[in-house]
């Protein structure tokens, strides 16, 4: 069984940064990526970015390309979501999941079986 658990949410301003950490624990030897979701009230959930566990490959939302980077650390097992340039609309709870995925299409939330319990990311204007 995968363990995920998220941390750093918080409230900034507009323009302001936060760290996200999700620190994972188990057997993950047969899961290849760990992904980034976020949900606002009354909106699905998304998916904002991923990290590839083997190649360390790395993809993203158009909504958060150039201000967002996802990142790793193997000894910790934890992977990152820094986050700049924040905007009202980046506002939600925020999910790490881990799961497989061969084909490219790692943004669909229903093929994920391990996830957080999130961490709220609140930004004013």
């Known amino acids: 069984q995968v363990h995920l658990v998220e941390s750093g949410g918080g409230s900034v301003q507009a323009g302001g940064s936060l760290r996200l950490s999700c620190e994972v624990s188990?057997?993950?030897?047969?899961?290849?990526?760990m992904t980034w979701f976020r949900q606002a009230p009354g909106k699905e959930r998304e998916g904002v970015a991923t990290i590839y566990k083997g190649s360390g490959d790395i993809d993203y939302s158009n909504s958060v390309t150039g201000r967002f980077a996802i990142s790793r650390d193997m000894a910790k097992n934890t992977v990152y979501l820094q986050m700049n340039s924040l905007i009202p609309d980046d506002t939600g709870m925020y999910y790490c999941?881990?799961?497989?995925?061969?084909?490219?299409?790692?943004?669909?939330?229903?093929?994920?079986?391990?996830w957080g319990q999130g961490t709220q990311v609140t930004v004013s204007s």
């Open positions: 188990g057997n993950t030897d047969s899961l290849n990526l």
């Open positions: 999941a881990a799961g497989i995925n061969y084909g490219g299409v790692w943004w669909v939330p229903n093929d994920y079986r391990n």
